[in-house]
């Protein structure tokens, strides 16, 4: 874990899981990465790799293509963090993912978080007033003031944001 020192900014960064298969029938909890969301997880992994200094936690749905999504992105860090499963994300709201962002260790600088939409675009408009299309893979940069109990009532940038290209 980082030592994120008190009334230092935090860092959030939401993933949209990859492309999920929809071509089995399987219940949505369960449902599988498509062959194209396993090329794209890797490449999330790599932008976050070369652009995101040090991860100290991963909260991912229960999803099983949002846990896939977070084992391939994970595998492209050099060190790879904590992962911690939370039921709370899984279709959920803006204000629910909110919630997840609240109940964070106030010593943990950067958190990424792998949800789903629409709570993931809604939470990037919340926090930061800015509208964006958070496609499969796409990721959300969010700089916030400390500590993370604070994360939606006051101001937060947002850095970055996009799908990173699919090779």
Known sequence: MSSAR???????????????????????????????????????????????????????????????????????????????????????????????TRDLPDDLGTVVLVGHNPGVEDLVARLTGERVQMLTSAVAVIVLPAPWVTAGDGPATLSACGRPPVA
């Open 6 to 100: 008190a009334g230092s900014d935090r860092t959030l960064v939401l993933l949209r899981h990859a492309k999920s298969d929809w071509s089995g029938g399987e219940a949505d909890l369960t449902r599988p990465l498509a062959k194209r969301g396993r090329r794209q997880a890797p490449e999330a992994g790599r932008w976050l790799s070369d652009n995101i200094a040090g991860i100290d936690l991963a909260v991912v749905s229960p999803a099983a293509r949002a846990r896939s999504t977070w084992e391939l992105v994970s595998a492209e860090l050099e060190a790879a963090p904590p992962m911690r499963i939370d039921d709370r994300v899984y279709a959920a709201s803006a204000p629910a993912l909110l919630a997840v």
